[in-house]
C-alpha cells in the first residue's frame, strides 16, 4: 500500500481550492484574511493525523519497525533481541614494595583513564591466586604483581578499551598501587541491531518445521551474538565419513568457547535435528598466529603510534577471521598500508616465522597471538 502523503503547502492548496470551488463568489484568501487562518488551522491538524497514520503503519510491520516496537512486533512469535555482551580481559594489579600479603577482593572496581569505562573483578577459581575463603586473590609476600580478571560493568562495544588504557582504582586496596590492561580487551558487543534482528526473524520463519542445515543454523544463531559455526553433513569429528552423522564446530571469536557454550548449542540442536540423525559440538582447532612484519614510514610518521595502528587492525582482522578461513600474507601487508597513510613500504613479513599464507584445517581458527611491527 502506497500513502499519498501532502505537505502542509499542498494541504492549504487544497483546501482553498474545494472551498473556492463550493462558493459562489470570490473569497479572499489572502494572507491574514480569517478564511485562510481556518484553512492553515485545519491542515495543520491534517498533517498532524496524516503523521500519526504514517507511525502507525510504520509499527504494524516488522520491516518498518524499530526499537521497542520491533521487539514487541517480534515477541508475538517468541523471539526476542539478543543482548549485548559485556568485554572481558585481564589486568595486571603491582605494587611498589611487596613486602606484605594483600588481598584483590571479587568485585572490586577498575576504570579507564578518564573515568568513562568501569570493570569489575570477577572470580576465577582455575587462578593459582583465588581463594574462595577470602572471596578475592591473594597477593603473596614478596609477588610485585598479580593478572586477575575482569569483566566490562556496561555491556558492548564500549567496553572494547585499548592497551594500557584501564588505569585507575576505583577505590583503595590496601597494599596495591597500580593497575593496567596489557591487552586489550575484547568480545563486548552491543545488542543486536533493528537490521540483524529481521534477518534473523527470516532464517527464523524459513526454518520452521525443517531439519535442514538452516534450521540448525538458526538454532545457533539465537542463542547469543558473535557466534560462528561449521556444519559439516555426514561427517563425524575424526573427519570419516558416516551417513547421517554430522558436526557442528562453535566458535564465539575466543578460539576456545566454554563448555557451557557447547552444551547450549548441543540442546538448540538437539530441537531442531533431523530424528534418526546423530550430531556433535565442538570446539574449534585453535591456531596461534605470530606476525611479524618491518615497515617504511615517510616524515611525517612516528613510528610508535603507527606501529600501534598497524597492530590493532591487523589483530581485529585475524581474530575475525571464520572457521577454516585461511590467513593470507597479502592481505596483512594491505592492512599495514591502509592502517595509516605515512606507510610507505612493507617488508619482512611473515607468520609464524614463515612467508607464505597460514592454511588451516576445516575446523581450524586462526588467532593473532602477537603482531610486532618495526
Avoid: C, H
Amino acid at each position: 500500500m502506497t500513502l499519498n502523503l501532502q505537505n502542509f503547502a499542498t494541504l492549504v492548496q487544497n483546501a482553498a481550492a474545494a472551498v473556492q470551488g463550493a462558493a459562489t463568489a470570490l473569497l479572499d484568501l489572502s494572507v491574514g484574511s480569517v478564511l485562510r487562518a481556518v484553512l492553515e488551522a485545519s491542515s495543520s491538524v491534517a498533517l498532524w493525523l496524516q503523521w500519526l497514520i504514517v507511525q502507525v503503519l510504520a509499527m504494524t510491520r516488522a520491516s518498518t519497525s524499530t526499537g521497542s516496537d520491533l521487539d514487541s512486533w517480534m515477541a508475538d512469535y517468541g523471539l526476542a533481541r539478543l543482548p549485548a555482551i559485556a568485554a572481558q580481559g585481564a589486568v595486571t594489579f603491582s605494587r611498589f614494595t611487596p613486602g606484605n600479603a594483600a588481598l584483590i577482593p571479587a568485585g572490586a572496581v577498575v576504570r579507564t583513564a578518564d573515568g568513562t569505562q568501569s570493570f569489575i573483578v570477577i572470580a576465577l577459581p582455575t587462578n593459582p591466586a583465588w581463594s574462595a575463603a577470602l572471596s578475592g586473590y591473594q597477593v603473596a609476600a614478596g609477588v610485585a604483581a598479580i593478572s586477575v580478571p575482569v569483566v566490562a560493568e556496561t555491556a558492548g562495544s564500549i567496553g572494547n578499551v585499548q592497551p594500557n588504557t584501564v588505569t585507575l582504582l576505583a577505590s583503595a586496596i590496601p597494599g596495591i598501587d597500580q593497575v593496567t590492561n596489557p591487552l586489550a580487551f575484547t568480545g563486548g558487543t552491543n545488542a543486536e541491531s533493528d537490521a540483524a534482528f529481521r534477518a534473523r526473524f527470516v532464517n527464523y520463519i524459513n526454518s520452521r518445521s525443517l531439519a535442514t542445515p538452516l534450521a540448525i543454523g538458526n538454532a545457533i544463531a539465537g542463542i547469543q551474538q558473535g557466534l560462528t559455526y561449521l556444519l559439516q553433513e555426514n561427517t563425524t569429528p575424526a573427519g570419516t565419513t558416516e551417513m547421517g552423522f554430522f558436526t557442528v564446530t562453535i566458535d564465539d571469536g575466543s578460539g576456545n568457547p566454554p563448555a557451557s557454550l557447547l552444551a547450549t548449542v548441543s540442546s538448540a540442536i538437539e530441537a531442531v535435528r533431523p530424528i534418526g540423525s546423530s550430531f556433535a559440538v565442538l570446539p574449534p582447532q585453535l591456531i596461534e598466529a605470530a606476525i611479524t612484519l618491518s615497515v617504511s614510514l615517510s616524515s611525517a610518521g612516528q613510528m610508535a603510534t603507527v606501529s600501534a595502528e598497524i597492530a590493532t587492525a591487523i589483530e581485529s582482522f585475524v581474530d575475525t577471521l571464520p572457521i577454516g578461513a585461511t590467513l593470507p600474507l597479502s592481505r596483512l601487508a594491505q592492512l599495514a598500508y591502509d592502517a595509516d597513510p605515512t606507510v610507505i613500504n612493507v617488508t619482512a613479513l611473515s607468520i609464524n616465522g614463515n612467508a607464505s599464507d597460514l592454511v588451516p584445517s576445516i575446523r581450524g581458527v586462526i588467532k593473532a597471538a602477537s603482531v610486532v611491527v618495526a
